[in-house]
């Protein structure tokens, strides 16, 4: 075997989480498996299509619109959000199957990327289009994780993270919306 084909083990990790905390974590919901929690976002729009969304006691998130769509381009559009958000859901995921599975990580990184289109000008006199022909079309994501296993391991890691990711699963089943002015 030549230098360059043996297996390298890593030198520095990524700091890990508590795996007996994830474990306790995974009883509960094996106990419960219909409990739910509630997420809790306001918005707020500063102006033109820049917004600021309260999550809890942190610092607001910012969003805003390109130029081109008449923003100010001062943070992340709407849809790179989304796209941010399903990378750190898959990336919590990752984290959590490989603790269960006692695989340390040394990297992780993921790239997506998401075709996505306005033609209905957000319903403002754009092209007639259904509910079906809007948002993204497609979402390409690539994982490149490094660590204490083998490229089949990080395959079935990755494959599971993905197949119990909250937020990759809300991006690919329908759920019901209800829209409405306040009272």
């Given at each position: 075997?030549?230098?360059?084909?043996?297996?390298?083990?890593a030198?520095?990790y990524?700091?890990?989480?508590?795996?007996?905390g994830?474990?306790?974590?995974?009883?509960?919901?094996?106990?419960?498996?219909?409990?739910?929690g509630t997420?809790?976002?306001?918005?707020?729009?500063?102006g033109?299509?820049?917004?600021?969304?309260y999550?809890?006691?942190?610092?607001?998130v910012?969003?805003d619109e390109?130029?081109?769509?008449?923003g100010?381009?001062?943070?992340?559009?709407?849809?790179e959000?989304?796209?941010?958000?399903?990378?750190?859901c898959?990336?919590?995921?990752?984290t959590a199957?490989?603790?269960w599975k006692?695989?340390?990580?040394s990297?992780?990184?993921?790239?997506?990327e998401g075709?996505?289109?306005?033609?209905a000008a957000?319903?403002?006199?754009?092209a007639?289009r259904?509910p079906?022909?809007?948002g993204f079309?497609?979402?390409?994501?690539?994982?490149?994780?490094?660590?204490?296993?083998t490229?089949?391991?990080?395959?079935?890691i990755?494959?599971?993270?993905?197949?119990f990711?909250?937020?990759?699963?809300?991006?690919?089943?329908?759920?019901?919306?209800k829209i409405?002015?306040a009272?």
């Open positions: 075997m030549t230098a360059s084909a043996q297996i390298k083990t030198e520095t990524l700091r890990p989480i508590d795996r007996d994830l474990m306790a974590f995974a009883e509960k919901g094996r106990n419960n498996p219909n409990s739910r997420n809790v976002v306001k918005t707020v729009v500063d033109q299509y820049r917004t600021l969304s999550v809890g006691d942190h610092a607001p910012v969003v390109p130029l081109h769509l008449f100010e381009n001062t943070a992340p559009a709407p849809g959000i989304v796209l941010s958000a399903l990378g750190g898959l990336a919590v995921g990752i199957v490989a603790t006692q695989v340390r990580l990297k992780l990184e993921i790239r997506l075709d996505i289109g306005n033609p957000w319903g403002a006199g754009g007639e259904e079906s022909q809007m079309q497609e979402i390409r994501v690539s994982v490149d994780i490094e660590g204490d296993a490229r089949e391991e990080f395959d079935e990755v494959r599971q993270a993905n197949y990711s909250p937020v990759a699963n809300t991006m690919r089943n329908p759920i019901p919306f409405a002015l009272d």
